[in-house]
């Protein structure tokens, strides 16, 4: 349980708990959920009822469509996949989606432990941009590469469907090889690898990341660059097209959309948590960025 100035992290099995109790996707699910899971899209998604609000997990996640669409919000993006595509929700990240999508494909969900031990390194968590929270989540495959992620999914679903994680000689390899695959295909945000410029834009979102209930100033982060407020202002807008304050301002909201999902606390008390003890102040803000106030917000949320 998270204390009380902590947002609930949720792990795979209390996720699916929460938003799609299903004693026939329980069957499904095997062995220790906060490893690795795999399933077919089509057997987790149909039992969502109602649309998941502003939530974080402990682990990745990672969706391959073969069939259909789906639309998920993570971060302050919103991303659409089709067939042969894939998306990814780093650890930690922000993600909320809603029902009724239609698709096929595969889900699966799984700990950095799966990419150590035997036959990974911590090298891999570093190369694989798409599972950190600045890199970019949708991945394009192309149809060739496509077929060898498709047959390797296959391959994972068959071994956890029939033993679930105890043999991790044999999922962890053909994981990791999948993952490969998938990394061969990944292109960064910018296209190309990075200048010392969108280095500059990806350690800035880290620390946002990581800071934002403290640091709300862009001159506290351009201290932590050992670079001057000017030159972060200039660098994050010519490479994100985004100011510094609007990547902070909209880390902030997604802060306070989460506490309003998962707890009781009332509004002043989550402003405080995220940083503000202005309450009206807090509140413009949050409209500025979501249209509604926080009560209207939370009220959504109730009804939906």
């Given at each position: ?93 922000v993600?909320?989606?809603k ?39 949708k ?110 301002d ?37 409209r ?13 949320i109730?009804?939906?």
């Amino acid at each position: 349980m998270a204390g009380k100035n902590e947002i609930t992290v949720y792990d795979a099995k209390a996720f699916t708990s929460k938003f799609m109790p299903s004693k026939e996707l329980e069957a499904l699910l095997k062995g220790d959920l906060r490893k690795f899971l795999v399933t077919r899209l089509e057997d987790m998604y149909r039992h969502v009822k109602k649309a998941v609000p502003a939530s974080r997990s402990v682990t990745h996640s990672c969706l391959y469509l073969t069939a259909g669409e789906a639309i998920m919000k993570i971060g302050s993006e919103t991303y659409r996949v089709g067939k042969d595509e894939l998306l990814f929700v780093p650890a930690g990240q922000v993600f909320s989606f809603k029902e009724n999508d239609v698709n096929k494909g595969f889900f699966c969900n799984f700990h950095d432990n799966m990419l150590l031990g035997k036959y990974g390194n911590s090298g891999l968590l570093k190369e694989f941009e798409f599972l950190r929270v600045w890199g970019n989540p949708k991945i394009l495959p192309g149809k060739k590469a496509s077929r060898y992620i498709l047959q390797v999914f296959e391959r994972l679903l068959a071994e956890y469907q029939e033993n679930g994680v105890r043999n991790l000689d044999i999922l962890q390899p053909y994981f990791i090889a999948m993952l490969c695959e998938v990394n061969r295909a990944y292109q960064p945000v910018s296209g190309s690898r990075y200048t010392a410029a969108e280095n500059i834009a990806i350690k800035f979102r880290e620390l946002v990341f990581s800071n934002i209930r403290t640091r709300h100033l862009v001159t506290d982060y351009a201290a932590m660059l050992n670079i001057s407020p000017n030159h972060l202002n200039k660098t994050v807008k010519a490479v994100t097209e985004r100011s510094p304050t609007k990547w902070i301002d909209e880390a902030i909201v997604l802060e306070a959309k989460v506490l309003l999902n998962q707890s009781n606390f009332p509004i002043s008390e989550v402003a405080i948590q995220v940083g503000f003890e202005d309450q009206s102040y807090f509140t413009r803000l949050f409209r500025k960025y979501e249209g509604i106030t926080p009560s209207e917000f939370r009220k959504m949320i109730e009804m939906s």
